[in-house]
């Protein structure tokens, strides 16, 4: 619903005008009622000021995905950049060329904040909530200063990850350098080749231990990346344990009583994680806030070079696990707007993808049974009816109807509308400041508004 970005330089001095663009809601799509309260954006906002998907498609291109450009977020990798993708899946284009292709690249600060935090703090003022440290943007902004009054706008937010970039450059540069460096997929690679034993930043490991961890290469693989050990914990707790066994133990779970979690888990190389030598760790403050010391890593490290059958027992779970998150995976998609994992597109589906992206909306009907791959096939007269409503013939339109009717009802208690609906009513019962109640007002009469016209003849 809303896109920004400011391009800096690599000193990271603003450099022209930020882009600041609201994307219009389709139709056959509810937004998230909570979200909403917190962003204050509402559906008739974009409607009213917004751009279609493809219309934000060719601004992107045009004007921010550039040669060269390092795209740089909060939390962007594992959340934001998936939105990119399928958004630019559904409009035609290709959903991974602009991380990598002419020189382009991305990092994500977020995992820099807990490794400067973990490693070298200095200079920075931490937030803590209720006991426990927390990395929340808008509190570390807080606390250091920057002005950051608009809170989950996304320019405000991007304005605000830009200053805390400065900050940590400022206060630690080499850090900062270091990270920067390191954001490659292949640097990633050799780094881990060349120190199997690191420390690593992940939102994976506890807040109590500053989500950091001297960790363990125990495979690798091009395609899946690095599966790693938290070294703080004594492996053989596992020892004897069959893979079956310890997919169990790798599952998460709240219950009190349940066995040691296994302390495993995967690096991706082309998620830009955070990375260090282990030198850091001579540090006693470093000791104290990673609860770890060399002597308890060299002596987890030792017990597990002895046990060659449990690493490989582990490597056998995270197959299985794959497995079983494929198998699940794919009877849960049966939907082409998702289906994008499902398998890469054929080089002439690409061309072809071109060639649609360029075409007026009278000529798009005719490039439908012309792609080999299914998926598009089913996305071309949704995109067409997304981009370009006003041109549909009489027969989309009827079809369009029939897709949104059985997306947004279909289920009846159970289809989207319905949860939707019920989850406002909620909202409403508990929320009881005159703007919150406004966004929710507005949100019922957008779903009101998009309720499908079916002709029952």
Known sequence: MQFAGQRTDMDLNLVGEPVNILVRLSEDTLPDPDAILITGITPQATLQDGVTEAEFCKIFFEQVA???TIFVGYNTVRFDDEFMRFLLWRNFYDAYEWQWQDGRSRWDLLDVVRMTRALRPEGIKWPVVDGKPTNRLELITKLNGVDHDHAHDALSDVLASIEVARLIRTKQPKLFDWLLRLRGKNDVKRFLEANPTFIYSSGRYAAETEKTAVARVLH?????????YDLRFDPTEFKGLSAEELVERWRFTKEPEAPPRLPVKTIKYNHCPALSPVGPLRDKEVQ???????????????KLSALPELVANIVRARDLLDDERGEHWSRQVNDADVALYDGFVGEGDKKLAGVVRAAGPAELGGYTEKFSDPRLRDLLPRYKARNFSGSLTDEERAAWEKYRYQVLMDGGANS???????????????????????LLEELQLYAESIMPVMDME
């Not at 690798?220 to 790693?228: C, F, I, N, R």
């Not at 019920?422 to 508990?430: I, K, M, N, T």
């Open 416 to 438: 989207r509308l319905a949860k939707f609906m019920h989850r406002l009513g909620q909202l409403a019962e508990s929320e009881r400041g005159e703007e919150k109640r406004y």
């Open 220 to 228: 690798t693989d091009d395609a899946k990346g690095a599966l790693v």
């Open 66 to 68: 550039t040669p060269g």
């Open 288 to 302: 104290e806030r990673l609860k770890v010391t060399p002597e308890v890593v060299n002596a987890n490290l030792a």
